[in-house]
């Protein structure tokens, strides 16, 4: 069966996903306020390797069909593929990647695309990453982060003009905006207040039912869960708080433990490269 690229929203049923073992896993410089929290506590590759696998194994328990790319000993974070790539309605597009310690994965990925033979956007311009942007049926949020430059909403909005854009600038030291803000329906959104401004805040609260997420939860990045459709997601144990709020909700949290990854600054939809969703 060929791969397909369709994601319209961030919860529809997830079809296919792209994702890469942690092989060469480790922290090289802190990235963000997770990686600093655990900046004492030595990151295990092994252990994260195993955790990864038993997180595919999920997925594919989920009847998720999981594509891998080769991990490079030269990338240190290639474990979140979410960042090289992103898909938005029917388009498959290249991040513009320019942080040192991500510049050059876009090759690997283009190269297992044209190998499966998707087409795809090469984004050149502005430095943009898959985890500053979530879809929405016919709106698209783009974090401004970091790594990811204002001038990179004109640059998208070429290629999408019947999109609407909306940027949200949010503190630096969270990295991307899926680890602050993440859509889990048509009206429920997961949410860390304290990563944005009161303008951000009081625009996402108009359009969201809003479930925030505490700091006891945020450094094991409670937002970032992943949404396999259906009110169905993919959490962390240790996100008490945060899952029994999503409980309370009618969602469904599948549990997994994907702690070691998280201590590299990424968690469950860091590590997905959504590819198609129903």
Not at 122 to 140: H, S, Y
Not at 184 to 200: C, G, I, R, V, Y
Request: hydrophobic share 35%.
């Amino acid at each position: 069966m060929n791969i397909k690229a369709s994601c319209h929203n961030e919860y529809g049923k997830l079809k296919s996903v792209l994702l890469c073992p942690p092989k060469y896993l480790k922290i090289e410089e802190i990235i963000n306020e997770t990686q600093r929290h655990y900046k004492h506590d030595p990151l295990d590759a092994e252990k994260a390797e195993r955790q990864h696998k038993e997180f595919i194994r999920l997925l594919q328990e989920q009847g998720i069909r999981t594509s891998l790319l080769e991990p490079d000993e030269r990338y240190p974070e290639q474990v979140f593929t979410r960042d090289i790539g992103f898909v938005l309605g029917d388009t498959f597009f290249i991040a513009n990647m320019e942080m040192d310690i991500r510049f050059g994965e876009e090759a690997i990925l283009k190269n297992w695309l044209e190998k499966e033979g998707l087409k795809y956007v090469d984004l050149k311009g502005a430095g943009i990453e898959g985890g500053d942007v979530l879809i929405d049926g016919k709106t698209v949020y783009i974090g401004i982060s970091e790594r990811t430059s204002p001038d990179s909403v004109p640059m998208l909005a070429k290629h999408l003009p019947d999109y609407d854009l909306v940027p949200l600038p949010i503190k630096e030291e969270y990295l991307h905006l899926d680890c602050v803000f993440n859509i889990l329906s048509e009206k429920d959104a997961l949410l860390f207040p304290d990563a944005l401004s009161s303008k951000e805040l009081e625009l996402l609260k108009s359009r969201f039912d809003v479930i925030e997420v505490k700091e006891e939860d945020q450094f094991r990045l409670g937002v970032n869960v992943l949404s396999l459709g259906n009110k169905k997601l993919a959490a962390l144990p240790q996100n008490k708080h945060t899952n029994d709020q999503l409980r309370e909700r009618g969602y469904d949290v599948v549990e997994t433990d994907i702690s070691e990854i998280i201590k590299s600054g990424g968690a469950f939809r860091c590590c997905t490269l959504a590819l198609e969703r129903e």
